[in-house]
């Protein structure tokens, strides 16, 4: 059975940093492309970042040049660096998963996902 569980969440003030993680278990995370989205209380998973299996990145455009993706394949560990955050960044944060047929911005394509993770960003 795929489990994703993420960790990192918490209260930041803005301008500061958090780092999410994302550990799987039950699938060889190495050969899947991992997303993280994200969720501010409306009906649609926001795409934030993610990462192929051979480590290429893509970022909306919101976080580009604050967050920074990356993957530990040894450890089935992928990390999202929040840095500058702001008050528009809190939301729930999930890491989705999904063999390396598809790398992109869709959730819908997304195949595996964590529980979720909070993060405030208090002014």
């Known amino acids: 059975q795929v489990q994703l569980i993420e960790s990192g969440g918490g209260l930041v003030q803005a301008g500061g940093s958090l780092r999410l993680s994302c550990s799987a278990s039950g699938v060889t995370f190495r050969t899947y492309a991992v997303g993280w989205f994200r969720q501010a209380g409306g009906p649609e998973r926001e795409f934030v970042s993610a990462?192929?299996?051979?480590?290429?990145?893509i970022y909306a455009d919101s976080v580009k040049g604050r967050f920074t993706i990356s993957r530990d394949s040894d450890k089935s560990t992928v990390y999202l660096q929040m840095d500058s955050l702001k008050l528009e960044d809190t939301a729930v944060y999930y890491c989705?998963?999904?063999?390396?047929?598809?790398?992109?911005?869709?959730?819908?394509?997304?195949?595996?996902w964590g529980q979720g993770t909070q993060v405030t960003v208090s002014s």
């Open positions: 990462i192929s299996w051979n480590a290429v990145t």
């Open positions: 989705a998963a999904v063999p390396n047929y598809y790398f992109g911005r869709e959730a819908r394509r997304y195949v595996h």
